[in-house]
């Protein structure tokens, strides 16, 4: 499953509502990808076709949403039923990847901004379960990156290893306070959660490193 906790930006964001309501103060500026910062579904899975341990979906597979045709009275909030669908659905957007496979779009928290994995939103159907290449709803999945050089040239992982990406375990979590506090001064987090990001941060790389 998808390991990132997202509970702070959910904290942040009921305190930046309050403070809209009650004090007529903006929120941040919205991260939803658009334009430049957004690929078709398709793009996006063969970005990451070649990491290995990957269980991609089969992009025909997926729920597609089409035009509507709700006959002539639509507009006055009259709908004929069942509607007509177009011969096309609407093209499926997502947001652009890095290098390593995670999302650039949205609020990035440390561990996209300071990974040891690849993470996405998607997370398809055991075939033993029926619906293969569909996708289990809201359940993403984490990919860690190698320990080292030999192990990513062993299992032939284009991504860096965790060794060739950081000098050691100070140096990552250092990284990701920094990551942390832009995110603090932004107001996309609570500055009372910082070091609860290091925390689930320091968790995340000890994992990574024993899993070996």
Same mark, same amino acid.
């Given at each position: 499953m998808n390991i990132i906790d997202y509970r702070p930006l959910y904290r942040a964001a009921l305190f930046n509502l309050l403070a809209? *309501?009650? #004090? #007529?103060?903006?929120?941040p500026d919205s991260q939803y990808p658009m334009g430049e910062d957004r690929i078709k579904r398709a793009v996006a899975l063969e970005m990451i076709r070649e990491i290995p341990g990957f269980n991609l979906p089969d992009d025909t597979a997926m729920t597609s949403v089409f035009p509507m045709d709700l006959g002539p009275e639509a507009h006055k909030g009259i709908g004929k039923m069942p509607p007509v669908l177009a011969a096309q659905p609407y093209p499926c957007w997502v947001s652009s990847l890095d290098k390593d496979g995670n999302e650039t779009g949205g609020i990035a928290m440390p561990d996209i901004a300071v990974p040891v994995a690849t993470h996405t939103g998607f997370n398809p159907r055991?075939? +033993? $379960?029926?619906? $293969?290449? +569909?996708?289990?709803?809201?359940?993403?999945? $984490? @990919?860690? @990156?190698? *320990?080292?050089? +030999? =192990?990513? =040239?062993t299992v032939g992982d284009p991504r860096l290893s965790l060794a060739e990406r950081y000098e050691g375990r100070n140096d990552y979590l250092s990284q990701v306070r920094s990551a942390a506090q832009k995110l603090a001064l932004k107001r996309y987090i609570l500055t009372d959660d910082i070091d609860l990001c290091v925390e689930i941060a320091a968790a995340r790389y000890d994992i990574c490193l024993e899993r070996r």
């Open positions: 809209w *309501v009650r #004090d #007529d103060i903006s929120p055991h075939a +033993q $379960t029926g619906g $293969t290449g +569909q996708l289990l709803e809201y359940i993403g999945s $984490t @990919f860690p @990156f190698a *320990v080292d050089k +030999q =192990e990513r =040239e």
